[in-house]
T-cell receptor, first 115, second 113 residues
């Protein structure tokens, strides 16, 4: 159990376009989902925390108008990179947890390349 | 604040060698501790975890013991394989509502045959 999926796994887009990444908890309801970003050979950097039905909480330095997060249901959160630029190219990973006493489960990641 | 410090890599070993990757933490309260593994081009997989002092997490031959007195959670394996080559992340979870995991910087392990 506790499987988290992400879609797409790979995306290549032109500069200026918007890209939506989905994160789904397949066999449990996630009250909280997290979005991370990972640059090559570096650790994960938390971007935002998303609770179902409420606005996401963004980490300092993360532009909320650039990275739109929607957590519309207990099994789905989406991250939209608006007007993507080459510097947004990265590996985006989501995680989900059922409630505060549980382990986080990670999605397989989405690799974004902006040309 | 809460933080995790891992030994810097890369760690290069021959097959069947003994592995230790050091991890120490700073946290208020009683966090849970984790080791995650990331294989090339993939997402993170939970390797093992421990939720309280003196707990030992183990999986696939890897072990780590939650040492509160030394605030450590070192990862060990008695005999590494080439397939263990990956990046290993130590992390802590304060388990407060809405808080994310805090990761170390990761340690790259390269095992040669």
């Amino acid at each position: 159990g506790a499987v988290v999926s992400q879609h797409p796994s790979w995306v290549i887009c032109k500069s200026g376009t918007s890209v939506k990444i989905e994160c789904r908890s397949l066999d449990f309801q996630a009250t909280t989902m997290f979005w991370y970003r990972q640059f090559p050979k570096q650790s994960l950097m938390l971007m935002a925390t998303s609770n179902e039905g409420s606005k996401a909480t963004y980490e300092q330095g993360v532009e909320k108008d650039k990275f739109l997060i929607n957590h519309a249901s207990l099994t789905l959160s989406t991250l939209t990179v608006t007007s993507a630029h080459p510097e947004d190219s990265s590996f985006y990973i989501c995680s989900a947890r059922r409630h505060s006493q549980e382990t986080q489960y990670f999605g397989p990641g989405t690799r974004l390349l902006v040309l | 604040g809460n933080s995790v410090t891992q030994m810097e890599g890369p760690v290069t070993l021959s097959e069947e060698a003994f592995l230790t990757i050091n991890c120490t933490y700073t946290a208020t309260g009683y966090p849970s501790l984790f080791w995650y593994v990331q294989y090339p081009g993939e997402g993170l997989q939970l390797l093992l975890k421990a939720t309280k002092a003196d707990d030992k997490g183990s999986n696939k031959g890897f072990e780590a013991t939650y040492r509160k007195e030394t605030t450590s959670f070192h990862l060990e394996k008695g005999s590494v394989q080439v397939s263990d080559s990956a990046v290993y992340f130590c992390a802590l979870d304060t388990e407060q509502a809405g808080t994310a995991l805090i990761f170390g910087k990761g340690t790259t392990l390269s095992v040669s045959s």
